[in-house]
């Protein structure tokens, strides 16, 4: 429990009492959001309108304590026992570890809310220096000569392991067709090949790595603070706000020719909210995420709401048209995509074991 005393960013949103910070009347019912790292400013704008507007409806006060870190580290905390009423993490597979892990959640908690529980999305984008002096356009300049390339670890970074799947269904793309890999069976041999492909593109790619930052956000501090790199790979929203949070850094926003659907998504903690009476006010909170006022503020925070008509006009001339492709469509789901390429035996493990060994030679 040690690793409690050191959350990557807890802070307390003392918004309680309908616009006053402590209510006269009652106690304010206190519930934790853990998070993953690039929804810090939304979930800051997010947590004062509901509290606001919970208060209003119910003429109860609520307080809102806020956890950020890598998405790994963060359901790695709730497994070890951060009490978190609600989890907002940048991929299923890290709130599944929480549900097969410790039972404080249904196996079916997916199912419970809408769009398979993830009421916003991004997509994976590049970010470049101005003038983009390297000329990276696509996927296949990453891996060029002399071209350094920034990306978080897989094995903590939920954003990491979505550019890693845009990366492979980039490389998959380059040797089939969309319509050949959703029929195709594991064991055809053209897909086999294509799969060779795309780790000989992945192992290449990670070679062009100088460092792996824990989370998404640290990796934009390297790129866009540290000066190192050439090209940041990075969640669409991350990228954005880079943009207006770091004028100074005149960064550029490159979107590749094709990407994958990113769906970060969103639970309760059943064992938690039934223990502290927080039910009521943990689904609210959720909830509150599809409203048409949760969708407007996830499109004013850079992530695609899934009901754009939400969104102003402004915000919703930020998000480009592009080629998405799902997780489903070219890795099944989160289970079969963790254990291909993010187990221990998995991909990624063996690529940068590779990438070691031949340093070493």
């Known amino acids: 429990m040690g690793g409690l005393k050191i959350l990557l960013t807890l802070t307390l949103l003392l918004c309680s009492g309908c616009g006053q910070f402590f209510s006269d009347r009652a106690p304010a019912v206190e519930i934790m ?3 993953y790292d690039p929804t810090r400013e939304f979930y800051r704008d997010y947590n004062a309108w509901f509290t606001e507007n919970y208060c209003e409806g119910s003429g109860e006060s609520v307080r809102v304590l806020q956890s950020h870190g890598s998405s790994g580290k963060q359901a790695r905390f709730v ?3 951060l009490e978190a009423h609600v989890v907002t993490l940048a991929l299923a597979y890290d709130i599944d570890a929480i549900s097969s892990k410790t039972g404080k959640l249904p196996p079916d908690w997916q199912t419970r809310l809408p769009h398979g529980s993830a009421p916003y999305t991004s997509t994976i984008v590049f970010l470049v220096r101005s003038g983009n002096p390297k ?4 996927w296949g300049d990453l891996i060029k000569v002399g071209v350094e390339v920034i990306t978080p670890n897989p094995l903590t970074s939920g954003g990491a392991r979505w550019n890693y799947l845009a990366a492979w269904g980039y490389a998959l793309l380059q040797a089939l067709d969309e319509d050949q890999l959703s029929r195709l069976s594991e064991d ?4 086999q090949e294509a799969e060779e492909k795309a780790f000989a593109f992945l192992s290449a790619l990670f070679r062009n ?3 792996l930052d824990s989370g998404a956000r640290g990796a934009t501090t390297t790129f866009a603070r540290r000066g190192i790199g050439d090209v940041l790979i990075t969640w669409e929203n991350e990228a954005l706000l880079a943009l207006k949070s770091l004028p100074q850094e005149r960064l550029e926003i490159v979107t ?3 990407s994958i659907l990113t769906e970060p998504t969103v639970s309760l903690v059943d064992e938690v909210i039934d223990k502290r009476h927080t039910r009521d006010v943990a689904q609210a909170y959720l909830e509150g995420l599809y409203s048409p006022e949760g969708q407007a503020l996830a499109a004013r925070h850079y992530f695609r709401p899934r009901e754009m008509q939400h969104a102003s006009p402004e915000d919703r001339d930020k998000f480009p048209e592009l080629h998405l492709f ?3 469509e070219f890795f099944g789901d989160w289970q079969k995509a963790h254990e291909k390429h993010f187990s221990p035996a998995g991909c990624f493990n063996r690529l940068y074991a590779m990438r070691y060994a ?3 030679k």
């Open 33 to 35: 959001n853990v998070s």
């Open 79 to 81: 497994i070890d026992g």
């Open 135 to 138: 000329n990276i356009q696509d």
């Open 188 to 191: 055809d041999p053209l897909l």
């Open 209 to 211: 790595v100088p460092v």
């Open 256 to 258: 590749p020719s094709v």
């Open 326 to 328: 799902t997780l489903e």
């Open 358 to 360: 031949n340093q070493e």
